[in-house]
């Protein structure tokens, strides 16, 4: 059955991993669970969160799929892309075939095709001013994911989303955003994982507005966690303490 884990407050917090995560997807993959990784987070490339799940005692080689995947198929080749973001979202302009274009003097607002946004440490207003100006006037408005926060083990700090709406406020546009549970992440899904249009399969995550809406939107099955950002379950969602119990929950 294909298996769709969220990584951030559930695999890992931050930099620290989650007691119990790699027995569980072992213990998953055991019973047949066609595992894979899929995570709002933009900010690393595909190789280094397959490294840091190596570090946690998970091989995941070739099955992250990462909010930046889902930018790139959003991306047009050749076109001049301005970044908000971390090397993920370099990355995915690298792979869509596009031009990355950095803040400098000689860059003028109207030559920047498409602004794309997502978590970095390292926004600021200068950032904000060119993100907003070049939407304005007429890049289109791209953002990795809308999750307002990011759990780490000193609790929740401002995630992806914070920035997003920051530039589209700043901007005046709705932007077009490629994470779960948005469109573009479904069709990367549904286009890397194999059977993913039989009925079965499920979503263990701990946020509901993008992991529990991703499997509504899958039709699969959903375990809430409660290891990242804590929100209660509501009627009729499965939840489980942490990914071990939400294990246990689908194993039976
Ligand atoms: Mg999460």
């Known amino acids: 059955m294909p298996t769709v884990i969220d990584l951030d407050g559930v695999v890992w917090l931050d930099a620290e991993p989650l007691p119990g995560s790699a027995d569980a997807v072992a213990a ?32 995941a080689a070739g099955r992250v799929l990462t909010s930046a995947l889902a930018v790139a198929g959003l991306l047009h080749l050749e076109e001049c892309v301005l970044v908000c973001g971390g090397p993920g979202l370099r990355e995915a302009v690298q792979l869509a075939g596009a031009h990355e274009v950095t803040l400098d003097g000689s860059l003028a607002a109207g030559q920047v095709d498409t602004v794309v946004v997502g978590f970095t440490r390292t926004f600021d207003f200068d950032l904000l001013t060119a993100a907003s100006t070049a939407v304005h006037a007429g890049a289109r408005l791209i953002g990795s994911n809308i999750d307002a926060t990011h759990p780490t083990p000193a609790g929740l700090i401002p995630g ?93």
């Open 160 to 252: 992806g989303g914070a920035l997003l709406a920051a530039v589209s406020t700043a901007a005046g546009v709705a932007p077009v955003v490629a994470g779960k549970p948005e469109p573009a992440m479904i069709d990367l899904i549904r286009s890397r994982v194999a059977n993913s249009d039989d009925a079965g399969g499920v979503v263990i995550g701990d946020r509901l507005d993008t992991d529990g809406a991703l499997a509504e939107a899958l039709g699969w099955d959903f375990v809430l966690v409660r290891t990242g950002v804590g929100v209660d379950a509501p009627p009729g969602v499965r939840a489980a303490a942490d990914l071990a119990e939400a294990a246990r929950v689908l194993l039976g």
């Open 28 to 59: 998953l993959r055991s019973a047949g669970h066609d595992v894979w990784f899929v995570t709002n987070s933009s900010y690393f490339t595909v190789a280094e969160q397959e490294d840091r799940l190596r570090r946690c005692g998970v091989d």
